[in-house]
């Protein structure tokens, strides 16, 4: 069976910590390209449903205000088409089930509501009920539409955390864990190759070191000692 030497541990560590950030580095580089389209993504979707559902509660007042004036007929008609265009846009902002579901209730109540709008009378209470409950309806729109930015923050927030762990861990507890490791096996390594060449001084300083097949060997551990970094003690130095 093969042992396991410090150098295979050594190579294996710092492969690990390399490996690990090769993964992390471009799931972090994603994630902060994703934080970088923040604000277009609320512009573009959350503030723009917002802005719809507001649109379409300003076309009901609209259209009871228009009904009353002098060319109503055709204000009435020009506002449900508007109603219309801002429930179209604000199906293709949904973010959540409950924006849907509010949006699905809203459309199956208006267009029957609106039909019989343009031909009722004006003080029809019964019309102005159903007109009422529209903007209820759009009411509780606006109020998933809030709802929903607030859990696009929350999501926002869980991600951030997730990205800062992700950091924290690939960034500081791996490479540090590993440089822990190599530490200590160096160090257990330093302290055996020190004792290494104390052992191969007090053998080259005796009379069997004299041979032609112990010196040779003498010679190349001393060598070998030297490249690793523990060169032969300087009698300079030692006096």
């Not at 396991?4 to 390209?33: E, H, Y």
């Not at 088409?81 to 846009?89: C, E, M, P, Q, T």
């Not at 992700?166 to 440089?179: D, E, N, Q």
Request: hydrophobic content about 50%.
């Amino acid at each position: 069976m093969t042992n396991v030497t410090v150098i295979t541990k050594v190579r294996f560590l710092a492969g690990l910590a390399a490996f690990i950030l090769l993964i992390a580095s471009p799931l972090l580089a994603l994630g902060f390209l994703q934080y970088g389209n923040i604000p277009s993504d609320l512009k573009d979707e959350q503030l723009a449903a917002i802005k719809y559902a507001q649109g379409l509660d300003a076309a009901l007042y609209q259209m009871e205000w228009g009904r009353l004036q002098p060319d109503g007929v055709q204000i009435v008609v020009d506002q449900q088409r508007r109603f219309a265009d801002y429930l179209d846009s604000a199906a293709g902002h949904v973010y959540t089930t409950e924006q849907r579901a509010k949006l699905d209730a809203l459309a199956q109540a208006a267009k029957p509501t609106l039909d019989a709008y343009r031909h009722a009378d004006p003080h029809d209470v019964v019309i102005a009920a159903k007109m009422l409950d529209l903007h209820t309806k759009v009411t509780d729109l606006e109020n998933a539409d809030e709802g929903a930015l607030d859990q696009y923050a929350d999501a926002v927030k869980a991600r951030g955390r997730q990205l800062a762990a992700l950091a924290v861990v690939a960034g500081v507890l791996i490479p540090m864990t590993c440089f822990a490791l190599l530490w200590g096996l160096t160090s257990n390594a330093r302290t055996d190759l020190r004792a290494m060449r104390t052992g191969l001084e007090s053998i080259a300083e005796s009379p069997a070191a004299k041979e032609t097949s112990v010196a040779r060997v003498v010679t190349g551990l001393d060598q070998a000692l030297a490249r690793l970094g523990f060169p032969k003690p300087n009698p300079m130095l030692a006096e």
